[in-house]
């Protein structure tokens, strides 16, 4: 298939899953707790692909990505209870959480493994500590309410969240599939799989680990960008380590360097802890048991590393008509 | 005179935090140092440790005696949870990329927090840890420019810290240097496989890094919850990250960086407390440990280890 | 300067044992030379210093680029001394297990490549060009070595063979003047090894390569090295001709019990 039918193809099929959702969600026909749950994931996957793009693919553990998606979610709160619109508050939430990306990875471009991995949960820490410490500006530990939507008008507003959760859902998507399946992603895979031999086939590592750091970390910020006006309301515990460490359970469970791993998993870690939610205090013994036994039993995730892509489904759907397997 | 005897009284008060930072941090060091992993879920084994202690003391009264057998009991049930860990959890993952122990880690202090949530005779609820006595000594005292009295003290609590804390450490440093066991720590830090081949059993000698690990654990929960009597199973976790940052401070892998980055950390830390602000001072524990990792990530007292290309 | 690469009195030491103590070489263009001694002597360790994986604590390394500028290696990082044209293998086998062997290859050609990261994101002409480009490239270097029928193939599933084959065409690809080889025949069977020999002697002619080569086995080194440098504890022990230094008796002497094949 040429690359201009495959494009036009997924275009059109994204074009129609946004306007059939879209009526779906205007008109009420799928319930509220449906949508919520959905548009939910939705931000989930978001911030988990930024941090596979860093884990999975870069090989730099990351134990601070709530703190990122906090600086994201609380520029945007300041900014829009001032009154500037959503878009225009979301650059500066992507600046300054990419800022905070750059700083994080510099230093971090001496430390390997264990040593990388404490260095950005100590940054996570002193990021969610920020946010408590500026009270006037960010409402403290007792949080920030009263976050403005995307519209004073109920219907309106639930449209224009969707649009505007799944368009950037899919052109993180475009971003982050084009960056890999490129030289680009090549140079990053390289220094995951080996540092001295990328640096020797004239690899950049350096750049390529600040470059991938910054470009993670803005895209958690995008997340929590779009979580201001979903949530309407910010509490600096939702930006603590324990939520750095849901994020490394999805990409574990989804497969680490599998993007559709990390979408699959992170829609099914949401619908699965909400519909686990009758379990209370249990649901948090099976989470990080399930953890210890995905590493002990299927360390490779659901996904193994592999993808799917247009090619899978039409592949399959050649080899079946030619085996001719029928329905 | 007021200022110095506050910055000493906040000296003593450091120092005795500090010592039990320094009982945690050691557990962190010495398994770092032999398996190359950051044990995550060494925090929770002080919350165990403490707990165990609580419901002796609730059974049985308290008093030196009684404080003293749970401190006992605590450092022998408790590396039954840290053997348990090692053995189940992180054995079996030894060969595999490190990112898989250390998720795994996190699991397993996930686990043990929420776990203990959950057992019904726990639960979430606070609860208040039993103290001998509130009793205080003098070490200095003076009057200010005011007339009135400004002391020095060390209470009680502090000085069983002290107490504790060097006796455990002296023990240690006996086990590492005289013994063979010791030897063979010392040996299989250095170089597993080399030990192996050299007749170590590596297994075992992992396992009781672990126990010992473990014990000094449940005996700093213990002077934890003796110091700051409010326990609950969420308690280790502030801990265990401070004296994983005061192992990293003093030099992860070393024994004796572990005791001194334990009582710097603590000293940093209540210093904070006193005379700044007391929310920052958790933050600057973190910015301590940024600095050092990104000045000089082998720690004050450690070595770097280079690859081999 | 007409060397391409003048080594002058370079030393380093860890902790108290020199492992390389003044060592120096004198490579013209186009050569191809052989790095022997006994195991330990410290060849390797010349190779991370050429390289830039190590800083030598002594002496110089001049390099003649492309452009006939003269440059002082050391202290550069790797990658750009393998942008400034040295490129080498590992002894042991470094390749990208989880990616293919054409992925492999493509790598070397990153820091060459003509389109920048948004072009890359929104896919414009320049990437479709490049991508077309270094994968002809790639593939055209891995049927010289007989491999581009694998080049799909996960680099972890290759025989040990191939993969060393590989980590010589990754180097290559980086369109080096010179090239260092870490033995490249180890583990090689007797016939494996002269098609290596012809590989080696192929490349050179065809990519116009300097090469400086480590390798235990005599065969080889005696078979296709015009000059070769014997290492003993760190420093050069003999130097010259094949036929000299195999008759060399310090170089037997140092060599006691380990010749093999020769």
């Known amino acids: 298939m040429k690359t201009s039918q495959k494009f036009f193809?997924?275009?059109?099929?994204?074009?129609?899953?946004?306007?059939?959702?879209?009526?779906?969600?205007?008109?009420?026909?799928?319930?509220?707790?449906?949508?919520?749950?959905?548009?939910?994931?939705?931000?989930?996957?978001?911030?988990?692909?930024?941090?596979?793009?860093?884990?999975?693919?870069?090989?730099?553990?990351?134990?601070?990505?709530?703190?990122f998606v906090g600086l994201g979610a609380y520029t945007t709160a300041i900014l829009t209870t001032q009154g500037w619109p959503f878009l225009f508050a979301l650059l500066p939430s992507l600046a300054i959480a990419g800022l905070a990306g750059f700083l994080v990875g510099w230093p971090s471009l001496r430390l390997r493994g264990d040593y990388l991995a404490i260095m950005t949960l100590g940054?996570?820490?002193?990021?969610?500590?920020?946010?408590?410490?500026?009270?006037?500006?960010?409402?403290?530990?007792?949080?920030?309410?009263?976050?403005?939507?995307?519209?004073?008008?109920?219907?309106?507003?639930?449209?224009?969240?969707?649009?505007?959760?799944?368009?950037?859902?899919?052109?993180?998507?475009?971003?982050?599939?084009?960056?890999?399946?490129?030289?680009?992603?090549?140079?990053i895979i390289s220094v995951r799989e080996d540092e001295i031999a990328a640096r020797s086939m004239g690899v950049d590592i350096q750049l390529v680990k600040i470059g991938a750091f910054t470009l993670s970390a803005l895209i958690a910020g995008w997340g929590g960008a779009l979580q201001a006006p979903f949530l309407n309301y910010l509490a600096p515990s939702s930006y603590d380590f324990l939520k750095s460490v849901d994020f490394v359970v999805i990409i574990v469970l989804g497969g680490m360097g599998s993007i559709t791993g990390t979408i699959l998993a992170a829609f099914g870690l949401t619908y699965l802890q909400e519909w686990l939610r009758f379990l209370g205090d249990y649901r948090m013994v099976i989470y990080p048991l399930l953890m210890i036994l995905m590493m002990l039993f299927r360390p490779q995730g659901l996904m193994g590393g592999r993808e799917w892509t247009l090619e899978t489904f039409i592949r399959k759907k050649i080899s079946d008509s030619k085996v001719g397997n029928h329905g | 005179m007021t200022l110095l005897a506050q910055v000493l009284q906040q000296v003593v008060n450091g120092l005795a935090l500090g010592s039990i930072y320094a009982l945690i941090s050691l557990g962190y060091t010495m398994v770092y140092g032999i398996v190359r992993l950051i044990n995550f879920a060494h925090g929770d084994l002080l919350t165990i440790g403490a707990f165990i202690a609580y419901f002796f003391i609730l059974a049985v009264g308290i008093n030196p005696i009684t404080l003293t057998l749970a401190m006992v009991l605590a450092m022998v049930i408790t590396p039954l949870f840290g053997y348990s860990l090692e053995r189940f959890a992180y054995r079996p993952l030894r060969e595999a990329p490190r990112i898989n122990s250390l998720i795994t880690a996190i699991g397993a202090s996930i686990l043990i927090e929420n776990g203990l949530r959950v057992i019904p005779f726990i639960g979430t609820e606070f609860r208040r840890f039993p103290t001998l006595t509130l009793n205080q000594w003098v070490l200095m005292q003076n009057l200010d420019e005011h007339g009135q009295i400004i002391k020095v003290t060390v209470s009680q609590?502090?000085?069983?810290?002290?107490?504790?804390?060097?006796?455990?450490?002296?023990?240690?440093?006996?086990?590492?240097?005289?013994?063979?066991?010791?030897?063979?720590?010392?040996?299989t830090s250095y170089d597993m496989k080399a030990a192996a081949l050299m007749g170590i059993n590596v297994n075992r000698i992992v396992s009781i890094t672990f126990i010992i690990g473990s014990a000094l654990a449940a005996a700093a929960g213990i002077l934890f919850a003796s110091s700051y009597p409010q326990i609950e199973p969420y308690m280790g976790i502030m801990p265990g990250l401070k004296a994983f940052v005061a192992a990293v401070l003093g030099g992860i892998g070393s024994i004796p960086g572990a005791m001194l980055g334990g009582l710097i950390l603590g000293l940093a830390e209540t210093l904070t407390k006193g005379f700044i602000s007391s929310q920052l001072s958790d933050a600057v524990v973190f910015l301590i440990l940024i600095i050092i990792l990104m000045v000089r990530p082998s720690g004050l007292l450690g070595q770097t280890i280079k690859e081999k290309v | 300067m007409d060397s391409l690469l003048k080594v002058e009195d370079v030393s380093i030491q860890f902790g108290g044992l020199k492992a390389v103590s003044d060592f120096?070489?004198?490579?013209?263009?186009?050569?191809?030379?052989?790095?022997?001694?006994?195991?330990?002597?410290?060849?390797?360790?010349?190779?991370?210093?050429?390289?830039?994986?190590?800083?030598?604590?002594?002496?110089?390394?001049?390099?003649?680029?492309?452009?006939?500028?003269?440059?002082?290696?050391?202290?550069?990082?790797?990658?750009?001394?393998?942008?400034?044209?040295?490129?080498?293998?590992?002894?042991?086998?470094?390749?990208?297990?989880?990616?293919?062997?054409?992925?492999?290859?493509?790598?070397?050609?990153?820091?060459?490549?003509?389109?920048?990261?948004?072009?890359?994101?929104?896919?414009?002409?320049?990437?479709?060009?490049?991508?077309?480009?270094?994968?002809?490239?790639?593939?055209?270097?891995?049927?010289?070595?007989?491999?581009?029928?694998?080049?799909?193939?996960?680099?972890?599933?290759?025989?040990?063979?191939?993969?060393?084959?590989?980590?010589?065409?990754?180097?290559?690809?980086?369109?080096?003047?010179?090239?260092?080889?870490?033995?490249?025949?180890?583990?090689?069977?007797?016939?494996?090894?002269?098609?290596?020999?012809?590989?080696?002697?192929?490349?050179?002619?065809?990519?116009?390569?300097?090469?400086?080569?480590?390798?235990?086995?005599?065969?080889?080194?005696?078979?296709?090295?015009?000059?070769?440098?014997?290492?003993?504890?760190?420093?050069?022990?003999?130097?010259?001709?094949?036929?000299?230094?195999?008759?060399?008796?310090?170089?037997?002497r140092a060599y006691l019990g380990e010749v093999s094949g020769a």
């Not at chain 1, 995307?150 to 052109?171: A, K, Q, T, V, Y």
């Not at chain 3, 590989?166 to 069977?189: C, H, K, S, W, Y």
């Not at chain 3, 080696?200 to 078979?223: A, C, K």
Request: charged fraction near 20%; glycine fraction near 8%; hydrophobic fraction near 50%.
């Open chain 1, 9 to 67: 193809l997924l275009f059109g099929l994204v074009f129609a899953f946004l306007v059939v959702f879209s009526i779906l969600v205007y008109f009420r026909i799928l319930d509220r707790y449906f949508s919520r749950l959905l548009l939910w994931g939705a931000i989930q996957s978001i911030i988990a692909i930024s941090l596979n793009l860093i884990t999975g693919f870069t090989g730099q553990l990351s134990l601070g990505q709530a703190g």
């Open chain 3, 24 to 252: 120096s070489l004198d490579l013209r263009s186009r050569e191809l030379v052989g790095l022997i001694g006994p195991n330990g002597a410290g060849k390797t360790t010349v190779f991370n210093i050429l390289t830039g994986v190590y800083l030598p604590q002594t002496g110089t390394i001049l390099y003649r680029d492309r452009y006939e500028r003269l440059i002082h290696l050391e202290g550069l990082s790797p990658n750009k001394i393998t942008q400034l044209g040295l490129a080498r293998t590992f002894q042991n086998i470094r390749l990208f297990s989880n990616l293919t062997v054409l992925e492999n290859v493509l790598v070397s050609h990153h820091f060459r490549i003509q389109y920048n990261w948004l072009e890359a994101v929104f896919r414009l002409p320049r990437f479709w060009q490049e991508e077309t480009r270094i994968k002809e490239q790639s593939l055209e270097l891995l049927e010289i070595f007989g491999m581009a029928n694998l080049a799909h193939q996960r680099a972890s599933q290759l025989p040990y063979g191939q993969q060393r084959k590989l980590e010589i065409v990754r180097a290559l690809a980086t369109q080096p003047r010179l090239l260092l080889l870490d033995e490249p025949a180890a583990g090689m069977n007797p016939q494996e090894t002269r098609q290596l020999m012809e590989l080696i002697q192929f490349i050179r002619e065809r990519f116009h390569l300097t090469i400086l080569l480590i390798e235990h086995d005599m065969s080889l080194v005696m078979g296709i090295c015009e000059r070769i440098l014997v290492l003993d504890y760190g420093r050069i022990l003999a130097e010259g001709r094949p036929e000299e230094v195999r008759t060399n008796p310090e170089v037997i």
């Open chain 1, 123 to 187: 940054f996570g820490e002193i990021i969610r500590s920020l946010i408590i410490n500026l009270p006037d500006l960010t409402g403290g530990a007792s949080g920030f309410k009263d976050i403005p939507g995307f519209h004073p008008d109920g219907d309106l507003n639930r449209l224009f969240l969707f649009l505007g959760i799944f368009i950037s859902f899919f052109l993180v998507l475009f971003l982050v599939v084009n960056l890999i399946r490129s030289s680009y992603g090549r140079a």
């Open chain 2, 157 to 187: 609590t502090q000085l069983l810290v002290f107490a504790v804390a060097a006796l455990l450490m002296l023990v240690l440093v006996l086990i590492v240097d005289k013994t063979k066991t010791g030897k063979a720590m010392r040996a």
